[in-house]
Nanobody
Framework: QIQLTESGGGLVQTGGSLRLSCALS????????MAWHRQGPGKQRELVAA???????TYADSVKGRFTISRDNANKMAYLEMNDLKPEDSADYHC??????????WGKGTPVTVSS
């Protein structure tokens, strides 16, 4: 059984920080790409950040310099450190995985609300 569980969302003031966590079980963790997506009200889901099995990260232009994605292969965890948060960052954040064979999935999501 594949399980993907996110946590760490909440309410924060503009300029604040949050750390999102994602635990993945049921797959070979060090073989999957991990990513964070977000979807705000009335908006399309967008890729925020991704990290390869070897730890190479990519970021959306809107979060470069503010967010950091990381992974702990030993503990099968992925993280998204979010700094200098802005109201436009408010969204449901979903952790995702992609296997080498292309099979992927998303978690239920954790909400992030940034107040002005």
């Amino acid at each position: 059984q594949i399980q993907l569980t996110e946590s760490g969302g909440g309410l924060v003031q503009t300029g604040g920080s949050l750390r999102l966590s994602c635990a993945l079980s049921g797959v070979i963790f060090n073989s999957v790409t991990m990513a964070w997506h977000r979807q705000g009200p009335g908006k399309q889901r967008e890729l925020v950040a991704a990290i390869t099995p070897s730890g190479r990260p990519t970021y959306a232009d809107s979060v470069k310099g503010r967010f950091t994605i990381s992974r702990d292969n030993a503990n099968k965890m992925a993280y998204l450190e979010m700094n200098d948060l802005k109201p436009e960052d408010s969204a449901d954040y979903h952790c995702a995985y992609q296997r080498p064979n292309g099979i992927n999935g998303w978690g239920k999501g954790t909400p992030v609300t940034v107040s002005s």
